[in-house]
């Protein structure tokens, strides 16, 4: 898309974007940040399932909610939308088959000179996938993960109990990942109020789909408030424009187990988990590129 503003070409890098975008409110969210953001060369977006417990077709109506987005921001020809895999995999040798897993291969492995990043607002199934499929993507890119509960010892959280084989097989491999786990990413607190609603259609849409699932979930008390939500999956965003250096620790990666417990049985494989991850750089820069494009 044409930005308002542009940056050094040595700056950019290349980004997919992975995720469930119609599991709930936050996605959407990051994803119109990211396709705001001059930094990134957006390689593609990839409809991420969310289990079966609301629907029997995840991945299919993320898919549909990411060409929505593409619709509302006029992009649909400048950005395309991929099918990620239909479920989790079947154990931690097995990959599912998709377009997905292809797409990351193939950027992975190509000759371009800009780093690869994806991140990853779902579970990671299409990540290992494509790592069981072809390994040698393990040094030549680098992940981006909201999920995974508190550090040390872990907890159930919605991404990871979607795929914990998935996680397992990340967590051995020798892939960079950056974790930002549920106790930091929960911190990106906005309420209904957002600054987004006189901003075109897609302002107007963010603001409506927020709105009315809390009303669509008010029964449930996991989402008691009624007036904020937590945009979760924004610091994927975010750290890509600041790793906030001070802010994340290199840890042995754990193996996790059914209920979602870190096991830390290792100290050669090391991730970065995020402690903290800055709410008002986050969430003030999505709203100022947000009026830069789309107000008067």
């Not at 154990?91 to 193939?106: F, G, Q």
């Not at 979607?162 to 974790?179: K, Y």
């Amino acid at each position: 898309m044409k930005h308002r503003f542009d940056i050094p070409d040595t700056k950019k890098i290349r980004l997919i974007i992975d995720t469930d975008a119609k599991n709930e409110a936050d996605d959407q969210f990051a994803i119109v940040h990211a396709l705001l953001t001059p930094r990134f060369i957006v390689k593609g977006i990839i409809a991420a399932h969310f289990g079966t417990q609301r629907t029997a077709k995840s991945m299919q109506e993320s898919y549909e909610e990411c060409v929505k987005i593409l619709e509302l921001m006029d992009l649909t020809s400048e950005v395309k939308v991929y099918h990620g895999a239909e479920a989790k995999i079947p154990d931690e040798h097995t990959p599912m088959p998709s377009e997905s897993a292809d797409l990351i291969i193939r950027e992975a492995m190509s000759d371009s000179d800009k780093p690869l990043y994806v991140i990853f607002l779902g579970p990671l199934t299409d990540l290992a996938s494509a790592y069981l499929k072809e390994p040698a993507i393990e040094n030549r890119l680098t992940a981006i993960w909201i999920g995974g509960g508190a550090w040390p010892n872990g907890e159930r959280e919605f991404n990871l109990g979607n795929d914990i084989d998935a996680a397992n097989v990340v967590m051995r491999s020798n892939i960079p990942l950056w974790q930002v786990p549920r106790n930091v990413y929960t911190t990106m607190r906005v309420s209904l109020a957002v600054k987004v609603k006189p901003y075109g259609k897609i302002g107007e849409y963010l603001f409506r789909q927020l709105y009315d699932l809390n009303f669509k979930l008010k029964d449930n008390m996991r989402f008691p408030k009624g007036e904020m939500w937590s945009l979760g999956d924004s610091p994927a965003v975010s750290l890509l424009l600041d790793p906030h250096e001070y802010h994340y620790e290199m840890k042995p990666a754990p193996r996790i187990t059914p209920d979602m417990r870190y096991v830390h049985y290792q100290n050669e494989r090391f991730i970065g988990v995020y402690n903290y991850v800055d709410p008002r750089f986050t969430l003030e820069d999505f709203f100022a590129k947000l009026k830069l494009h789309y107000g008067e």
